[in-house]
């Protein structure tokens, strides 16, 4: 009995442990997100809700700066309603994994950590909702695919529940 019960303890701290990103280190495509998102880019989003309820569409197109040090990153969205959005992310590299970004509706900094394929970047962003602001707090998943192909999942929480998913498909171009 005894080996069951610590098989079972181990799978219970495997199933809630979560993903890393160094998990990612030998995977390939390599991503590294300023030569990726340098010059013009193309994304394909959709939010979703808390209940899994498709609640907007978009397309965002990105046109980044790299200049060695830190990466420009020009954010247009156009989504299905009509409605538009600008964002601009100072993008810098800390060190061979970690980026620190900033951009005018992020509180505080983002922080991202890149292994392999993947990127993990987190950050708390002031989303209009309605006639308020939440402040909604982001932990984006990014795989780099073949054919220069980036899917994102971004999971979205306020006070720790879980508010809502976006997912999105870039093209490099």
């Known amino acids: 009995?005894?080996?069951?019960?610590?098989?079972?303890?181990?799978?219970?701290?495997?199933?809630?442990?979560?993903?890393?990103?160094?998990?990612?280190?030998?995977?390939?495509?390599?991503?590294?997100?300023?030569?990726y998102f340098k010059g013009s880019t193309r994304g394909w989003g959709v939010v979703h809700d808390r209940f899994g309820n498709l609640t907007r569409q978009f397309t965002v197109d990105l046109q980044g700066e790299w200049d060695g040090k830190q990466l420009v990153l020009h954010e247009?969205?156009?989504?299905?309603?009509?409605?538009?959005?600008?964002?601009?992310?100072?993008?810098d590299k800390v060190d061979d994994h970690t980026y620190e970004g900033r951009a005018a509706d992020v509180v505080g900094v983002a922080r991202g950590r890149q292994f392999g394929q993947a990127l993990?970047?987190?950050?708390?962003?002031?989303?209009?909702?309605?006639?308020?602001?939440w402040k909604i707090r982001f932990d984006d998943w990014m795989y780099l695919q073949p054919d220069n192909v980036l899917i994102n999942r971004a999971s979205m929480s306020k006070v720790g529940l879980n508010v809502g998913e976006v997912l999105i498909s870039f093209r490099k171009y």
């Open 1 to 35: 009995m005894r080996p069951f019960y610590s098989c079972l303890l181990l799978l219970l701290a495997v199933a809630c442990s979560g993903m890393n990103v160094e998990q990612f280190d030998n995977t390939e495509p390599r991503l590294v997100i300023e030569e």
């Open 76 to 91: 247009d969205f156009r989504y299905s309603d009509g409605k538009t959005e600008q964002r601009t992310w100072y993008i």
């Open 120 to 133: 993990n970047w987190n950050y708390v962003l002031n989303l209009p909702i309605g006639d308020s602001t």
